[in-house]
């Protein structure tokens, strides 16, 4: 089970985000989960859906590019457009891209910042001054089997507890298919004291694409026992 304990002394982090991070670390530790869009089936602002959806489809269409996850969030990309003057904020906010080579860089800005709006699954908020740029390329099978070996080296002491994640097959053997990856850089000055950046790598799978259905509810969803659906206390009538 993965625990949301992010590590609020890091020095990027302005004193009002640390406290944000140190609030929700807390909370983990006290063995209760915290409400993240993910779990409350809410749209997944970017980099955040990168940190927790386990599988991405890429359609390439005429002057679009669709990203869709495994639980159906769905993200358009207009192509070699620029970005509106001032772009009504949204939950993923106003994505534009282009090409550099085979590189498919995807600049994101707007997002709607609310009750959940976060960076990670540490809760780290971010601002309407966030900034996100993504650069999609294939890399080499084996390159992308090795990183990921590494990442479970890392994080994960007794091999990773992720397996036919949503009904998915098994990881694809074949090293000679290639492999994705996204470096993601990341500008908010009201969150961190500088930019940053990461890399998510995926590889691909023997499964077919499976059903995850993912709802708003007032139960509760995944590991998570909090609720942000309203309810009513008594009856209309």
């Known amino acids: 089970m993965f625990n949301a304990i992010g590590d609020y002394t890091n020095p ?19 063995g209760s ?12 602002p970017t980099p955040f859906t990168l940190n927790i959806q386990f599988g991405v489809r890429i359609i390439q269409r005429k002057d679009e590019v669709v990203l869709i996850s495994l639980t159906n969030q769905v993200r358009r990309v207009r192509l070699d ?10 939950w993923q906010g106003e994505s534009v891209g282009h090409y550099e080579g085979d590189t498919l860089v995807v600049d994101t800005i707007g997002q709607k910042v609310g009750p959940i709006s976060m960076i990670d699954r540490f809760g780290t908020p971010f601002s309407t001054a966030l900034h996100v740029i993504e650069r999609y390329r294939l890399i080499d099978g084996k390159l992308a ?26 990881l694809d053997p074949d090293t000679m298919k290639p492999g994705l990856q996204v470096e993601i850089t990341v500008d908010d000055p009201v969150t961190f004291t500088t930019p940053w950046s990461g890399f998510v790598t995926y590889r691909p799978v023997l499964g ?14 995944g590991a998570s026992w909090v609720v942000l659906v309203p309810t009513a206390d008594k009856p209309d009538f």
């Open 12 to 30: 990027i982090l302005t004193p009002e985000a640390a406290a944000v991070v140190k609030r929700n670390a807390e909370k983990e530790l006290s």
């Open 208 to 221: 077919v694409w499976p059903e995850a259905i993912c709802a708003e509810n007032t139960q509760g969803s």
């Open 145 to 170: 089997q090795d990183l990921q070996q590494k990442h479970i080296r890392n994080y994960f002491l007794h091999g990773s507890p992720y397996r036919n994640t949503y009904g998915m097959g098994d």
């Open 81 to 90: 457009l620029p970005h509106s003057p001032h772009p009504t904020p949204s």
């Open 33 to 44: 989960a915290i409400a993240n869009p993910h779990n409350q089936c809410w749209p997944e």
